[in-house]
């Protein structure tokens, strides 16, 4: 996909299971399973989406999925059955590791932040060598210290060696991290969660984050149980939406299939409409 100078790819890092009721919410299992059948434990799958935006000089890396440092049972837990596809997929780009120079999280947790590290014998270093990691003040604050609703979507092995590395990159609220890329906070999903928003030319492509993780996420009142700030979440859905229809920006997604589209809306419903 090009937008403007900037050519960006999505990809998937695999396939991850949560519960299907936390997944949606309020929204009753008779509604969401003809969206998102759920397999014998409560589970639908969910790919784990990341995006590579690349121009002249900036190699940007969005999301690193779940990473290799889970253990047997936490891959059993979330019906991670496959080997994580990042390096494999960049490398389909033809990017190494080492000419990574951003790398940027919407929130930390580890569906999202898993392979910002990796396991070299008894330490956990860096993945990508050369570059800075970006993601919100806030997020890292609550991160480093989750509480007891929180912990178990925070693994500190995934961003806490970063700071000690010199790694680090934290912001607050939006900033244009690069000339054309911009990083949005949208307090729903977590207090720290961004949005990320590439533009150029008169383009924009926008990769929602887990504030809307899918397709199926596009109707108003469906909203994880997971989002700490659920109205939040809501509130933010109605500025976002009208507005990525009336300036026609292409939309990704963090956990559906590897792709893009365009949102419209008919009959009050909001439909999405994949692009090559």
């Known amino acids: 996909m090009r937008i403007g100078r900037f050519d960006v790819r999505i990809f998937s890092d695999g396939i991850f299971r949560l519960d299907g009721g936390a997944m949606f919410g309020i929204v009753p299992k008779v509604l969401w399973e003809k969206q998102k059948p759920a397999d014998d434990r409560n589970r639908i799958a969910m790919d784990m989406n990341c995006l590579l935006i690349r121009d002249a000089d900036h190699v940007v890396l969005v999301e690193t ?22 390096l494999a997929e960049i490398a389909a780009l033809g990017v190494r590791p080492e000419q990574v120079t951003l790398v940027i999280n919407t929130h930390l947790h580890f569906d999202h932040a898993g392979g910002n590290t990796y396991r070299d014998g008894d330490r956990i270093v860096s993945t990508f060598p050369r570059a800075s990691y970006v993601f919100q003040r806030l997020e890292w604050q609550d991160a480093i210290a989750p509480n007891e609703r929180t912990r178990g979507s925070y693994l500190p092995d995934d961003y806490a060696p ?14 244009e991290i690069l000339p054309g890329v911009r990083l949005d906070r949208v307090q729903g999903h977590t207090r720290g969660t961004q949005t990320v928003r590439v533009s150029d030319r008169g383009q924009t492509l ?9 397709r199926h996420h596009l109707p108003l ?25 009336e300036e026609r920006w292409i939309v990704g997604f963090t956990h559906d299939l590897p792709r893009f589209g365009r949102i419209s809306q008919s009959d009050g419903r909001y439909r999405f409409e994949e692009v090559a």
């Not at 936490?74 to 496959?82: S, T």
């Not at 926008?206 to 899918?214: A, E, K, L, T, V």
């Open 221 to 245: 009142p469906w909203i994880p149980a997971f989002d700490l700030f659920p109205l939040e979440t809501l509130a933010a859905k109605k500025v976002i939406l009208p507005r990525a229809i």
């Open 206 to 214: 926008f990769f929602s984050s887990d504030f809307m993780p899918d």
């Open 162 to 175: 970063l700071e000690a590395a010199g790694k680090l990159e934290l912001i607050d609220e939006s900033v």
């Open 65 to 86: 999925g779940a990473g290799t440092k889970l253990t047997p049972k936490q891959n059993e837990i979330y019906g991670i059955d496959q080997p994580p596809r990042l």
